[in-house]
Nanobody, 126 residues
């Protein structure tokens, strides 16, 4: 059974940085994808960034391109989301999720991912 645990959220001022971690366990194959999603109050869950563990292919939402970077440490089964130049509109609960390796053009559709973590709060405010 796949388990995902997020960490690294918190309160940060606009323009600041945070690094989220998603520690995964229970995979029986190297062919999986992990995505970061976020949900703000009153809004739908949206894909932020996703990565294939097998080939390192990535995808980003337009709103975070150039500011966020997703990476993986396969030996530790951990995926990171480095978030720079944070804005108040980045405030949300951030979730990581896993699914099969994803070869679609758009990798971050929530329906592709079946295992979800509990989420970590990110608040960007002065």
């Amino acid at each position: 059974q796949v388990q995902l645990v997020e960490s690294g959220g918190g309160l940060v001022q606009p323009g600041g940085s945070l690094r989220l971690s998603c520690a995964a366990s229970g995979f029986t194959t190297n062919f999986y994808a992990i995505g970061w999603f976020r949900q703000a109050p009153g809004k739908e869950r949206e894909g932020v960034s996703c990565i294939n563990n097998s080939d390192g292919r990535t995808d980003y939402a337009d709103s975070v391109k150039g500011r966020f970077t997703i990476s993986r440490d396969s030996a530790k089964s951990t995926v990171y989301l480095q978030m720079n130049s944070l804005k108040p509109e980045d405030t949300a609960v951030y979730y990581c999720a896993s699914g099969p390796a994803n070869y679609r053009l758009r990798m971050c559709l929530p329906s592709h991912y079946s295992n979800w973590g509990q989420g970590t709060q990110v608040t960007v405010s002065s």
